[in-house]
């Protein structure tokens, strides 16, 4: 008794109906409707871009070339164009997209940034 008990929990777990089939018949291996949305929502998260922040402090601006220098907590430089209204202290928020390996950030694309404030405003 005990042994067809598990044997029904295992089936109800995989969700095939083995309980009432007969020794030796086919089994229907069709996979459930939960178990199919839930591999397409997996799926879908894998293809979404990762996408993060970093606040930045302005070090350098080249107007010449339209090019702002930017630095994070880690040390690491990163560029965007559009100097405008950009000065050096200025506090930016830049967003990223992941742009291929993950956890590899080299390859990231800057896709928004955002004033925050002075450097001499936020002491």
Not at 29 to 56: D, F, G, L, Q
Not at 84 to 103: A, H, K, M
Request: net charge negative; aromatic share 12%.
């Amino acid at each position: 008794m005990l042994k067809y008990l598990l044997i029904v929990i295992l089936a109800l777990s995989m969700g095939t109906n083995t309980a009432n089939t007969a020794p030796g018949a086919a089994v229907d291996h069709t996979p459930s409707p939960e178990y199919i949305a839930r591999e397409r929502a997996k799926a879908e998260r894998r293809a979404m871009p990762n996408i993060y922040k970093k606040m930045t402090i302005v070090i350098e601006t080249n107007r010449q070339n339209d090019v702002v220098t930017v630095i994070d907590k880690n040390g690491e430089l990163w560029e965007f164009s559009h100097v405008e209204d950009w000065f050096v202290g200025d506090y930016c928020l830049l967003t990223f997209v992941d742009s291929g390996i993950r956890g590899y950030m080299y390859d990231d694309e800057i896709i928004r940034t955002i004033y925050r404030c002075r450097y001499e405003d936020y002491e």
